[in-house]
């Protein structure tokens, strides 16, 4: 079993649309990273949650530590939000563990 | 401000030819990680360098090397490049090797080894 799951993993949707991406973890954890992949292939760090939540612009984040889980919403998405989103925990000793990743296509 | 800089972007390799990935960073950060990137898998740590001077195994370190040659450069060596090892690669860094710190991705490195 993964130690880190993403649901779904491919997603499309309407330009305006609200989105949600979910990813669970098996273990005990001191973070959660999400990152975004463009379609180019370059990766950039969204947020890193240990409690709560977060928001910047139209991206919003949860994480239940309870419930090992955390989600991802997109707000009002458009096509410029196409796509790679990645789940990645770190253990409280240890590396970064990553998600297979989630791909989003938003549609004109 | 250039960020991480990969090179090269892309390489063609026969099999058992031998090359080294560059990796530089301009944001005066202590520590480095070189992943491989599969389809159908997350990202994959090969080896990382928590600071200068020191480097450790990641989950996939067999047939690579690295070289942490100062505090902005990390390189990543195959010896003897396997048909394997055709991955895309990236180089990471952050402030510090610890889970409060993003990391910071280069734009990768497509290697086909034929």
């Known amino acids: 079993k993964n130690e880190v799951e993403q649901s779904p993993q491919n997603l499309t949707a309407q330009e305006g649309e609200f989105i949600t991406i979910n990813c669970s973890y098996s273990v005990g954890i001191s973070a959660l990273h999400w990152l975004q992949q463009h379609p180019g292939g370059g990766i950039v760090s969204l947020f890193m949650l240990s409690s709560g939540k977060k928001k910047h612009g139209r991206l919003i984040a949860t994480i239940n530590i309870q419930e090992k889980h955390s989600s991802l919403h997109i707000t009002a998405s458009h096509p410029r939000d196409s796509a790679v989103y990645i789940c990645?925990?770190?253990?409280?000793?240890?590396?970064?563990?990553f998600g297979k990743g989630t791909k989003l296509s938003v549609k004109p | 401000n250039a960020g991480v800089t990969q090179t090269p972007k892309f390489q063609v390799l026969k099999t058992g030819q031998s090359m080294t990935l560059q990796c530089a960073q301009d944001?005066?950060?202590?520590?480095m990680y070189w992943y491989r990137q599969d389809p159908g898998m997350g990202l994959r740590l090969i080896y990382y360098s928590a600071s200068e001077g020191t480097t450790d195994k990641g989950e996939v370190p067999n047939g690579y090397n690295v070289s942490r040659l100062n505090k902005r450069e990390f390189s990543l060596r195959l010896e003897s490049a396997a048909p394997s090892q055709t991955s895309v690669y990236f180089c990471?860094?952050?402030?510090?090797?610890?889970?409060?710190?993003?990391?910071?991705f280069g734009d990768g490195t497509r290697l086909s080894i034929l």
């Open positions: 990471a860094s952050s402030v510090l090797d610890n889970s409060n710190q993003p990391q910071h």
């Open positions: 944001m005066n950060h202590n520590s």
């Open positions: 990645a925990v770190r253990h409280p000793v240890g590396n970064l563990i």
